[in-house]
């Protein structure tokens, strides 16, 4: 599997895991990652992010987005 596919597949992992544990759609989980940076940041530290646990790596994205603007 090429680094690309699994970069895509690890971030549909990552929102879905956002989704869940914010009680949110996939897509409305997609939008707010986007837009406060969270699935820049999945791509920039991919080779970090993917050996921690998915708990790990949702509260990442949760204190970066809120340095980010958001409110999650």
Do not use: P, W
């Not at 690890?10 to 879905?16: D, E, H, P």
């Not at 708990?55 to 603007?69: I, P, S, Y």
Request: proline share 0%; charged share 25%; with cysteine.
């Amino acid at each position: 599997m090429s680094y690309q596919r699994r970069l895509i597949n690890y971030t549909v992992a990552c929102v879905n895991m956002f989704a869940d544990t914010f009680n949110m759609s996939v897509k409305e989980a997609y939008r707010y990652l986007r837009d406060y940076k969270g699935i820049a940041f999945l791509k920039d530290f991919y080779e970090e992010e993917h050996l921690l646990s998915f708990e790990n790596v949702v509260e990442d994205l949760q204190v970066l987005c809120r340095r980010n603007g958001g409110n999650v």
